[in-house]
């Protein structure tokens, strides 16, 4: 009625109505929730914690640095390879441009690709601290890959089997082993995602999916971390696994271009840089895993996970993916939002008005 | 790469998602879900009807007019009264403005009021049809005003009551008593609800939450139907349940303006008729209860609601509200489609673009 009416940005509305209603942490449980319990969560795409929730696991039990020699005594594994921990990561290259780096891989002996970790962590201090080796496969690697190790966990997460119909269990179960160098970059899965922390502590910071304007996602092209060709050769060396590694990569773009990917490049750790107009709407949720604690991560949820080691110099995780359900109204609008965000980018309509 | 980049619209491109990703017709069950089961399709936001589920209710047994009137003999219901079955419907005004029309209510004794919906049902082919009657007070009418007809139906609706954690039970059970002139026009509430069909049917037409665009929600001010204070004593008349009345009824807009209601004024069964651009992208689904069936409707799905009668020529069905989540992505997502509509269609930003 007086002077020009409140112009409201649809897009702060939303994140703001949101954080309104919805709780401002990660609910903790003590115990495991039944199928219907945990389908609430689904239903409101909400993470919680249950704390303790695999503290009687072998693995929690057993998987020391020795018991994980033992059991993969002879065999090789795959081995992320970064100059800075950043598998997977928006990526400065060297001409300037804006990368999305994927890993150097290669077969390490699972005895000295430890080795390395161990001693890298407990150098941390030390410079030049050397590349960042993490195994971190997900490709269903804790049924393959590591077999000998999966009779230590639990072939699925029973509620979470029962309660999403899931009855041929989790699509992936994944390993992660690495030390505190290693961080995930802010992403998201189409998967409902059950994290178990074996050992070492991991540190989530969370957003929902409605968040996607604050992430200030680009569209980064692939480029390839390369070892170079002289060197590559680390299942015959012995002296590959000494730390500070000194061998070269290099980041590669490749030489027909491949599509470009939409990824995150604001970091909620570091809220003043790559931020968008939304960003400092964003309510990020954190939650850190201590050995036994189980995380679930809700399908489409952006997280950045960060990690510290076991007294011994590692950081082990597991975790289940079970198929997100894309019927319903989380999918499409959550894709909704993207194309709206996105024209809005392009248009320079209104940038930031009603914030 | 050729010529100009298709520009999406973001909405077209919501509801064309949506559609593809989900069924096209309501899911049929013939046993009750389990509380699980019943999270699944909340979850989804998606309806479906159970055939029989309430076959075997004493309601569905016993409710036929005799029995009914017995069981309220001497009182008095409250009663909707509209000229074209047009409750809480968007009504032309004789001064041209589209308003949204609010029943004249009054209270009739029970047996004159069934003995005019049975009329009038009778012969409904006959011209003029006079004033629509329907018993339709949503305001938990069932365990109050009709309170001695409670103990035939459930108190709840036990998978609905565990799934959700409604451990006192839904907000309203509503009782609705009418013939096939009453038509409840599309809309929408924020409660999950259970429909369970008694005697006679009811077709409902469904469109899901993110379909906002394309009801042409309009912000109508409401009116009031009044019958004229000389003929409003019904319940100590005896001439007031022939059939047909010729009593007036006005439609009076409030001397105090009220704040307008958003209603959606587009009919999907007339669908030509105040259409939007986006009207033509949705697929409403259709089901029609039998006598026993019981509905699944879920929060925030527009619905539309047309009946038919028994062989005694009425309709009766009863519904229970359960409070809906707030939390999660459902509401404010679906209030962001609604702001990112308004600012389309305000803005003229590209108006049925892509379509």
Known sequence: MHGEPEVVDPIAELITNYNELNPAAVEELYEEPSPLEFMRFVTRNTPFVVRGAAADWEATRKWNVGFIKDSLRGETV??????????DSPTRH???TLVFAKPWEEQQPIDKFLDYVIAQERAALAKPAGEV???????????HEYATLFKDVQRDVPFARIALGAASGPDAINLWIGNSRSVTALHRDNYENLYVQVAGRKRFVLLPPHCQPCVNEQLLPPADYVRSSSSSSMTQTTTADRYPSLLGLELVKPEEAEEAVPFPTWDPDLPDQNSTAYSGLAEPLRVTLEPGDML????????KVSQSCSAEGICVAVNYWYDMDFRGPLYPLSMFIRSVNSQKRCGRQNPGHGI
Do not use: E, S
Request: aromatic share 12%; charged share 10%.
């Open 78 to 87: 795959n081995v992320a390879v970064t100059p800075q921990g950043n598998a």
């Open 94 to 96: 060297n001409d300037g």
């Open 133 to 143: 080796r993490y195994a971190q496969t997900q490709n269903d690697n804790l049924r």
């Open 296 to 303: 679930y991560l809700p399908c489409m949820w952006y997280h």
